[in-house]
């Protein structure tokens, strides 16, 4: 099974920062790599799929990046909207599997 | 609009059974491989089960294996988790999803239904 490490597991941040958070693969997974956003009491969204694709809708400020085993989710300018929990997700094989989260939490 | 709505949660016996349900509407139902992900409380995602858009092929997680059975009636626009045996573990918000390709990203999600597994 593929197991799928994020860092940090939380992160404080101001609105207007530029933030990035790291998803690491136990073996390579090419590109099979999303993100998704949490806010508490609300399904997941997606974000980015195939590593840096970006699913519509979703604010150009949102960029994902990588390959292989070591991939990025990059927020270039944080907006209130942003403060969130987010997880990456290997779809590489099954059993699928996300990583532990990221809490990003305003400073 | 896609729409995804869980139903069939609550509060049962370990050992004891219970069928969710999930409706789908706004697409094509049959097109779409379909999921369930879960999420215990203050706790992070965890991938359930998978189903081929013509139920051919199904996945579990190792957690559910043997206890738990996904399906899906396509003329319903409906899928379902037949979760057997549940444990205090099995305790979760349940959430469906559709699986897109490429990368097998899920682009849709329902709400969640609680399941809580206490005696």
């Known amino acids: 099974d593929i197991q799928m490490t994020q860092s940090p597991s939380s992160l404080s941040a101001s609105v207007g920062d530029r933030v990035t958070i790291t998803c690491r693969a136990s073996?390579?997974?090419?590109?099979?790599l999303n993100w998704y956003q949490q806010k508490p009491g609300k399904a997941p969204k997606l974000l980015i799929y195939?590593?840096?694709s970006l699913q519509d809708g979703v604010p150009s400020r949102f960029s994902g990046s990588g390959s292989g085993t070591d991939f990025t989710l990059t927020i270039s300018s944080l907006q209130p909207e942003d403060f969130a929990i987010y997880y990456c997700q290997q779809s590489y094989s099954t059993p699928y599997s996300f990583g532990q989260g990221t809490k990003l939490e305003i400073k | 609009e896609v729409q995804l709505v869980e139903s069939g949660g609550g509060l049962i016996q370990p050992g004891g059974s219970l069928r969710l349900s999930c409706a789908a509407s706004g697409f094509i139902f049959s097109d779409y491989k379909m999921n369930w992900v879960r999420q215990a409380p203050g706790k992070g995602l965890e991938w359930v089960s998978y189903i081929s858009s013509s139920d051919s092929t199904i996945y579990y997680a190792e957690s559910v294996k043997g206890r738990f059975t996904i399906s899906r009636d396509n003329a319903k626009n409906s899928l379902y988790l037949q979760m057997n045996s549940l444990r205090a573990e099995d305790t979760a918000v349940y959430y469906c999803?559709?699986?897109?390709?490429?990368?097998?990203?899920?682009?849709?999600w329902g709400q969640g239904t609680l399941v809580t597994v206490s005696s």
């Open positions: 073996q390579s997974i090419s590109r099979y």
């Open positions: 999803a559709r699986e897109i390709v490429p990368a097998a990203h899920f682009d849709s």
């Open positions: 195939a590593a840096s």
